[in-house]
């Protein structure tokens, strides 16, 4: 509603409080997507994909920040104002259109963060800590994004910032080369980093409020007519999607290795898509190999180009419990599923299963029916925190990322970084 209170017309739901956002209109120089494309559902969220009337789509997994972009421009939406007396946020809308690494090293060298901060004319000490940032990428990807995302001037230090990732707290790996960073600590590290906090990817999987009354999502199969002492069934165990040249190279070798050589291609145990082939790598259209993640128990998540994936996302919204492998990719978005995590995914101990200590079939074929069926239960109920909808929704990763951001400000206020 206007008044900033969530209100779907179900008694069963109580009123939920929507954080009131202002967004800046900024310059051409530093926003670089046309109003238009913002504004449209197929440019954010990517084209509709056959199945799942249309909920699922070729979501380009940079659009995190536009995304967040266009649903704060819908019209009538709960988190909008154009009043920056009542804003508990000021959203800065800085550079959304998809970028790979070396176009934001580009852009960001050549970015001026005087002329940036002439354009946000509301920031000043006491609202510092209420100004937030979007980077739709890891955070190692900013590291040439100096003023405002990395090394912040001293008028952004308190703002907060959103990425894929955050700075890790270990890193202990050596094969795991993660880190480039010149810092040597992850404390000096988080200090070019201030209020850094990350957000899931997106899913190609999207709630829509306007045919979900009716409409089952995949991730909600589990609670469909179904004792929660009873499994759902799957047509394969184990499912990965994925290459084997490049991530975590070793881990995904093992997979592979381990599903042709140990359970011999046996699809009910172990299912991984065109193994015999090259998997190109899928940035932004999802393929029929991404359907696997549907009729799957376990979707095995080792690291890709960092320890954060989106696959991960995709595994959450098809209801495939994810099976990780490191305890980076572990603590990404703590706001979307740190509070159940742990009862809806396996994490595995890399090393032991390099040294073939673990045998994944084994492992994930004695968890007990009963544990089993509380993490796909787990999934039914909160997988939809870890997607982001199409439009208004009280429960999605938009509005667990505002009310994260509302608190981390309110908090970061008590703590003396901004005068309230």
């Not at 603590?331 to 032991?352: E, F, M, N, T, Y």
């Not at 009963?370 to 997988?383: E, N, V």
Request: overall charge negative.
């Amino acid at each position: 509603t206007a008044t900033g209170q969530w209100n779907d017309n179900s008694e069963e739901e109580e009123e939920v409080s929507c954080p009131k956002v202002y967004v800046y209109n900024l310059s051409s120089e530093f926003h670089d997507v046309d109003l238009d494309n913002v504004t449209s559902r197929d440019f954010t969220f990517g084209r509709k994909n056959k199945g799942w009337k249309g909920t699922l789509r070729t979501t380009y997994q940079h659009n995190g920040g536009l995304i967040m972009e266009h649903r704060l421009l819908q019209p009538d939406n709960c988190y909008y104002t154009d009043n920056p007396a009542e804003a508990d946020l000021f959203f800065v809308p800085l550079l959304m259109g998809p970028k790979k690494a070396h176009i934001w090293k580009e852009i960001c060298q050549s970015l001026n963060v005087s002329r940036l901060l002439t354009e946000l004319t509301f920031l000043n000490d006491k609202t510092a800590c209420q100004h937030f940032f979007f980077f739709s990428k890891g955070h190692y990807s900013g590291e040439y994004c100096q003023g405002w995302f990395y090394d912040p001037v001293p008028q952004l230090q308190n703002a907060m910032r959103l990425a894929y990732s955050h700075v890790a707290g270990k890193a202990e790996d050596e094969d795991l080369m993660y880190f480039r960073q010149r810092s040597p600590t992850p404390e000096i590290y988080k200090a070019r980093h201030p209020n850094l906090v990350s957000v899931p990817y997106p899913s190609n999987l999207h709630w829509d409020n306007e045919i979900n009354y009716t409409y089952t999502m995949p991730w909600e199969k589990h609670t469909t007519n179904r004792n929660p002492n009873t499994l759902a069934t799957s047509a394969a165990l184990i499912s990965f999607v994925g290459r084997f040249d490049h991530g975590d190279v070793p881990v995904r070798q093992k997979i592979l290795q381990l599903c042709r050589d140990v359970y011999h291609n046996n699809a009910t145990i172990c299912s991984i898509p065109d193994a015999d082939h090259e998997v190109h790598r899928k940035s932004y259209a999802p393929s029929d190999d991404l359907f696997v993640k549907a009729s799957s128990t376990f979707c095995l998540e080792p690291a890709g180009d960092s320890p954060w994936r989106k696959s991960l996302s995709d595994s959450i919204s098809f209801g495939c419990i994810p099976v990780l492998f490191h305890e980076m990719s572990d603590d990404v978005a703590p706001w979307h599923w740190g509070s159940w995590k742990q009862q809806a995914r396996v994490l595995v101990d890399r090393q032991a299963f390099l040294n073939s200590e673990i045998d994944l079939y084994a492992l994930l074929s004695s968890i007990p029916p009963k544990l089993q069926g509380l993490m796909q239960l787990t999934l039914s109920k909160f997988a939809r925190q870890f997607q982001y909808s199409l439009n208004q929704d009280p429960h999605d990763g938009i509005h667990v990322t505002l009310t994260g951001l509302k608190n981390q400000m309110l908090e970061n206020k008590r703590l003396g970084k901004c005068p309230v």
